[in-house]
């Protein structure tokens, strides 16, 4: 399971922090220096998660929303590579309490670690999943009508054999009556139902009641086609416009469509890279925009040598050039691309840069570096900026990939050490 090979590292109090702020955030742990750090983080290596930044991210994405439009986090893929337990856990602190997951085994795992809240899990869901859907309240995205007429049956089977029950009232009557979002395509043409197909699946969950959370669709290019996520939204709401007069509820908006300005005064929105400070691609524009709202990346990685070797390296001219070469125990397996061999960087705490040299093994990486270098120097792996050579969205550009496909390939062995500051 992951949360016995994720190792999750909190920093708690040093000292007692009694000032608490009014806007349900809550109090910040005391720092400690980045070299206790590695002693917490028990290795070389380690991810520093900024829990008050993703809160500071959320509420910035709100000044743009509606007053009444309530926030889903996303927060699949391991919450983009920040760990999903961590994150969601504080954001309950923080008074959230929608989230979204890609599969029913990350939700489970939310629930394990005692995450609270509606938590819907996206994609086309199968029969396979209903009873870990059913066991750990989970809320369902539905995009076809046999998975209702499955979810209906299992309901059935549950209620007669009540030996199966977790929770019961009365005469048997399970507590808890899963509800189910349905999907619509309105162009993305992936996981949801056609938009004429939406009266039949509307009617389907009528006649087995179950209830229906909300309706909801995704915008297949939020960020740079302006013109087609309109025509998205107006579908969306012109076939859903009379089960919202009844009361149902609607979302559409993501990252981009919420800073573009699309679907910000629905129901919900449900971003997702942006909360976590992720550009969604890595131009000047996109930065500015995301700073212009007070976005910011959450996520550094940082690293001290594990060895340092002098080694002679011979010239053009034969002669031979003494060289210091530190090794960093970190490589592929921790999610630092192979395709950086020759070409990534690291820098230091002021922002000097080393060259990573040779290729990037499973395990390991060498750099070159100066005679200041020691075994405690302390290195950015990635840097929680956009400007560094560094940064999340850089290292997309380098291996031809975004900031997001970055940050969500680390490795659940890379300790995270959560802080608040």
Known sequence: MAHIFQRIVDIRHFRKVSQRKSNKEPAADTLVCVHDKFT????????????????????????????????????????????????????????????????????????????????????????EEIDTILEYNLTPTVTNLKFIEQLAAKLTERKTKTSLLRKCINDNVCKFKPSVVIKIDTGMSRNGCQCEELSSFMNACQTHKIPVHSIMTHFAQSWDDLEFTQQQLNRFLEVTQPYRLNGVKVHAANSGAIMKGFAIDLDYVRPGGAIYGLAPDSTSDAYSEMEALGLRPVLSWIAKPCLIKSIQTEKKSGLLKPERIAIFSFGFADGYSRLLSGKGVLTDMKGKIYKIVDRVAMDTVAVRVDDSVTVDTPFYVLKDDYSSPNSASNIGDMTDNIADAVVTSLSLRLPRVYVTH
């Open 40 to 127: 917490y983080a028990g290795r070389s290596t380690y991810l520093q998660i900024n829990l008050k930044t993703i809160w500071h991210n959320i509420q910035s994405l709100q000044t743009k929303c509606a007053s009444h439009t309530k926030v889903i986090a996303v927060i699949k893929a391991n919450a983009y590579g920040h760990g999903s337990v961590g994150v969601a856990k504080y954001l309950n602190k923080c008074g959230v309490f929608n989230f979204a997951v890609a599969t029913t085994y990350e939700g489970k795992e939310l629930r394990k670690h005692g995450v609270v809240g509606f938590i819907q899990v996206f994609g086309n869901c199968v029969a």
